[in-house]
């Protein structure tokens, strides 16, 4: 059993996906408490940080702190109104979906701060989470996708997308370039729609992708390491609707089916592990993530969707439990990502800050 650490667990988050956050949260939690001491920190929707009692997150209250960008202070959360010592991890585990904390704008106070964090980097997360780049990245890598558009908020774009639902095909998908968890994404079936589609995902963020649409089974992939990465087993998803969307994901009442192993061939699932690898990478990620695919039913082959660099961490989310059937337990899980932070920081540590000719 490793050693037991101090684990400040950041959640919550100002995004659309915070109350995720608090599910995601909850299940970490419960997972490390037994072996290690778990400071829960929520981050509320105005961005202020709350340090927690724990072990046990809570969706309010907390003592007020901050994190300062600078490297000798070792990490520690002070206390806002004394600038007092309150906390002094020695990991930090951000479970932070969406805009403010996937997207490399808290890894980069992590790093600024000179700590070890659960994770990818900033370039890997900021790709990550932005679906534009992301794409540009797999595209460069020869990842094959489906075809898609950029739409940003700018009256000549919203003009010229007016073209799409004939260029692309119907159904088309319109989601906000930089959100997860099915946030506002919408599937549009006759062009008329296709304005408020845009008008919902532009709300949450400055540009939309608009995706071709395929009829594909939908296909997951978790991922874990640094400079080696491994692919766990796929899963399949099998929507109780149109397609996995929020409410499909996160609702009491949903009726969706998981596959875990997915009912593949073993080429099949050596491709898909394969493609997960070749994602991870693509991005440069590190520590750990979820690739999701679509596999076309009629001809078989396999499209990445795109790569979530904090995927859900809920008693029913995917990661854990494609981890699960590959023989790596929750349990186990957890403590190796805390050594996959560690062990990237120690490398980073390392590297020269001087020039030295």
Known sequence: MPAPVEIALLFGGRSGEHEVSLRSAASVAAGLAPRHRVRPVLIDHEGRWFLQPGPEPQPTGGEAVFLAGVPTDEGRLRRLHD????????????????????????????ELAGVPYVGSGVAASAAGMDKEMMRGLFAAAGIPQTAYRVVRDRPAEREAARVLPAELG??????????????????????????AALDLALAYDRKAVVEAGVDAREIEVSVAGNEEPEASLPGEIVPDREFYDYDSKYSSQSRTELKIPAPL??????????????????????????????????????????????????????????W???????????????????ERHARRARLRTRYQP
């Open 170 to 195: 119907l159904p088309i998908f319109v989601k906000p370039a930089n959100m997860g968890s099915s946030v506002a994404v919408s599937k549009v079936k006759r062009a008329q729609d296709l304005d």
């Open 324 to 342: 699960e059937a590959s023989g790596l337990p929750f349990a186990s899980l957890l403590d190796r990502l805390l050594e996959l932070a560690r």
């Open 83 to 110: 600038a007092a010592s309150a906390l002094r991890p020695d990991v930090y585990f951000p479970v932070l979906h969406g805009p403010y904390g996937e997207d490399g704008t808290i890894q980069g106070l992590l």
């Open 265 to 322: 061939t073993e080429a099949q699932v050596a491709e898909v592990r394969a493609l997960g690898v070749r994602a991870f990478r693509a991005v440069d990620a590190c520590g750990y993530a979820r690739v999701d695919l679509l596999m076309d039913r009629g001809s078989g082959r396999f499209f990445v969707n795109e790569i979530n660099t904090i995927p859900g961490f809920t008693s029913i989310s995917m990661f854990p439990k494609m």
